[in-house]
């Protein structure tokens, strides 16, 4: 193989192995290096991908010539997945050009919407069973009961607005997904929009919110409407299990974390329960609930901390969550400042 053949194979981001008519590698480009090893250079292939599927392929080419294509699975160093594909190598000399694409990511989303429908059809089922049943003994056993109907239809009632809150949030999320990849223009002023919110919570909720909002906060770019259900949600959930010992605090920032932009820090704390260490990270996932049965009996919908992700996201900002059992909890809110450069 020439220099030129060399570099560009080389500078294929996908991993490329050149093998000889003994199924021995005599070229690797570092994108394959990194997946399989140094040691895979000068050795028979499956000295380093020991996957018979990904084997039989090469065999193959080798005896009946053409192109195999096979999707292998590699647990280690982290697991991944690649669409391998083994054809005649160029040259005519016999061997085998092995090309190794990642649909990592392709099946873990493929993998997320079969999980996302599973968990909507979950989170209707049981309204849906709920409000079926009784329809069926109001016209039945309790067409003549009074008492019963008025309970009945006051169950039916809470459990058809659990479903609509559910569509709601739903439509929420897939709005804001969309759009996640434009940043908002508007230039804001923070201090109203949160002095409205925690105003409007403590009104609707009959507890306090103590609100402390230093001065100099910089205005940022934002969707107000969106900014508005970030803090409202954070400041619901904040409510629901902190009770009245729920704080909203804002100041200006030198360094967001991670992007080490300047902006400001909306932070939402409460004195409930705590979350476990082991939850935080999954806290931002569609449905996932620390407490299923609390959750769901105070109307929650398991969607509200994934919508609050991908605004702040939209805002390019960041969302940092600590909390420990028995210590409450602090959801803190970055968002660059307006006269800062984009963030990527």
Do not use: W
């Not at 490329?16 to 008519?21: H, N, R, S, T």
């Not at 990511?105 to 849906?128: K, Y």
């Not at 069973?129 to 003994?137: K, R, V, W």
Request: a negative charge; one cysteine or more; aromatic letters at 2%.
């Amino acid at each position: 193989m020439n220099n030129l053949a060399t570099d560009i194979l080389d500078s294929l981001p996908d991993p490329v192995l050149l093998l000889d008519a003994g199924r021995v590698v005599t070229r690797i480009n570092p994108a394959a290096r990194a997946v399989l090893g140094d040691p895979a250079l000068g050795r028979d292939l499956s000295h380093s991908l020991r996957h018979p599927d990904a084997l039989r392929a090469v065999d193959a080419v080798l005896t009946e010539g053409g192109q195999h294509g096979v999707e292998v699975s590699l647990p280690v160093p982290i697991a991944r997945a690649f669409d391998l594909q083994a054809l005649a190598a160029p040259g005519g000399q016999g061997g085998v050009l092995v090309i190794m694409r990642d649909v990592t990511a392709l099946r873990q989303n493929e993998r997320m919407r079969a999980d996302f429908v599973s968990n909507v059809s979950h989170e209707l089922r049981s309204p849906l069973a709920t409000l079926i049943g009784f329809i069926e003994t109001l016209r039945g056993p309790a067409a003549n009961d009074p008492e019963a109907r008025t309970r009945f239809l006051e169950i039916m009632d809470a459990e058809a607005a659990r479903m609509s809150r559910l569509v709601d949030d739903l439509l929420s999320l897939a709005r804001v997904e969309a759009r996640e990849h434009i940043q908002p223009e508007t230039e804001l002023d923070l201090a109203p929009l949160l002095k409205g919110v925690a105003e409007t919570l403590a009104a609707r909720s009959d507890r306090p919110v103590a609100l402390d909002i230093a001065d100099g906060l910089p205005p940022v770019l934002g969707d107000p409407d969106e900014l508005t259900q970030v803090f409202e949600n954070l400041l619901d959930n904040a409510i629901k299990y902190g009770g009245d010992n729920v704080r909203l605090e804002a100041a200006a920032v030198a360094r967001i974390p991670d992007i080490g932009l300047p902006g400001a820090c909306i932070a939402v704390t409460d004195a409930g329960p705590g979350i476990d260490e082991a939850d935080l990270p999954r806290l931002t996932e569609r449905f996932y609930r620390t407490d299923k049965a609390r959750s769901r009996s105070l109307g929650g919908t398991g969607l509200g901390l994934a919508i609050v992700k991908h605004i702040v996201n939209r805002h390019r900002g960041r969302l940092v969550t600590s909390s420990a059992l028995g210590r409450g909890s602090c959801f803190n809110v970055y968002l660059p400042a307006a006269d800062t450069p984009p963030a990527v």
